[in-house]
């Protein structure tokens, strides 16, 4: 599924308030669903991500993005782009958060 970016979106800056409303909603815990259906539930290391991507067109609204504790934000990474691409972060210790 591929969102259609609003015009504003134009930065992967997201705002405070919006930030604010997606730690809400994910009561502040990692969502990352294992394939038996068990949530991680982290609280340690969270980020937000867009579930489609912001290179691939999604937005910054609430309904693309999920809080993700760093080892699931990198898992979901390497599914959306492969474990090659992603490595060339890992080796230059860049955050791909």
């Known amino acids: 599924m591929k969102l259609k970016r609003q015009k ?4 992967r800056y997201i ?8 730690y809400a909603r994910d009561r502040g815990r990692c969502t990352f669903l294992a394939p038996g259906g068990k949530r991680c539930g982290s ?6 991500d867009h ?3 912001f290179a ?7 309904s ?3 809080l993700l504790c760093a080892r699931h934000n990198q898992l ?3 599914r959306a782009y492969g ?3 992603m490595k060339q972060f890992h080796e230059a210790g860049h955050d791909t958060g």
């Open 8 to 11: 504003h979106d134009t930065s």
């Open 15 to 22: 705002p405070r308030n919006i930030r604010d409303e997606v």
């Open 43 to 48: 609280t340690w290391d969270l980020q937000i």
């Open 51 to 53: 579930i489609v991507p």
């Open 56 to 62: 691939r067109g999604g937005d910054n609204s609430p």
């Open 64 to 66: 693309n993005l999920r």
């Open 76 to 78: 979901e990474a390497e």
């Open 83 to 85: 474990n090659k691409f």
